[in-house]
T-cell receptor
């Protein structure tokens, strides 16, 4: 079993919809949770960073961490075609080694 | 001014050749990484250097050799290239601790 599980998709939704992307993990020592966005033929870029449990909001993006369920989510409100990309979750424990999900390909249809 | 820059962006070469990819970061980070991303987009760590010292060396063929002349540079040399080496190689950097990584734009390697 992988330490971090993420559905690779693709996930296709119409423009304006709310998107929910998720990852589950098995290591309870993870404390630092990240979402990266990767456009085609580009490097991943850090989108959201959360420490421990709770929510964090940045514009149309909300990151949510539920450590009791070992489950993290990224919500995108009012989705735009420019949000079409691969979204990768990643997380760290106290050894600071970053463990990656497989990435979910998101397609926003105009 | 690009934070993590890697060259070349594209590399097409024949089997058996030797090639190098260069990476430089101007963020003052103390740790640099090489990742391989396959066609399914999974990011696989290959090497990690902290202040020029190798700290992670995942199971990669010894045809791959990283070299860090200083903490702002991490190069990747590949000997005797094989078809299975075709992938996108990303360089990244970070500061030791809980923060995230900054990635370069990738080098798309095609071995023919």
């Amino acid at each position: 079993q992988k330490e971090v599980e993420q559905d690779p998709g693709p996930l296709s939704v119409p423009e304006g919809a709310i998107v929910s992307l998720n990852c589950t993990y098995s290591n309870s020592a993870f404390q630092y949770f990240m979402w990266y966005r990767q456009y085609s033929r580009k490097g991943p870029e850090l989108l959201m960073y959360t420490y421990s449990s709770g929510n964090k909001e940045d514009g149309r993006f909300t990151a949510q961490v539920d450590k009791s369920s070992k489950y993290i989510s990224l919500f995108i409100r009012d989705s735009q075609p420019s949000d079409s990309a691969t979204y990768l979750c990643a997380m760290k424990g106290s050894n600071y080694q970053l463990i990656w999900g497989a990435g979910t390909k998101l397609i926003i249809k105009p | 001014d690009t934070a993590v820059s890697q060259t070349p962006k594209y590399l097409v070469t024949q089997m058996g050749n030797d090639k190098s990819i260069k990476c430089e970061q101007n963020l003052g980070h103390d740790t640099m990484y090489w990742y391989k991303q396959d066609s399914k987009k999974f990011l696989k760590i290959m090497f990690s250097y902290n202040n020029k010292e190798l700290i992670i060396n995942e199971t990669v063929p010894n045809r791959f050799s990283p070299k860090s002349p200083d903490k702002a540079h991490l190069n990747l040399h590949i000997n005797s290239l094989e078809l299975g080496d075709s992938a996108v190689y990303f360089c990244a950097s970070s500061q030791t601790g809980p923060g995230g990584y900054t990635f370069g734009s990738g080098t798309r390697l095609t071995v023919v």
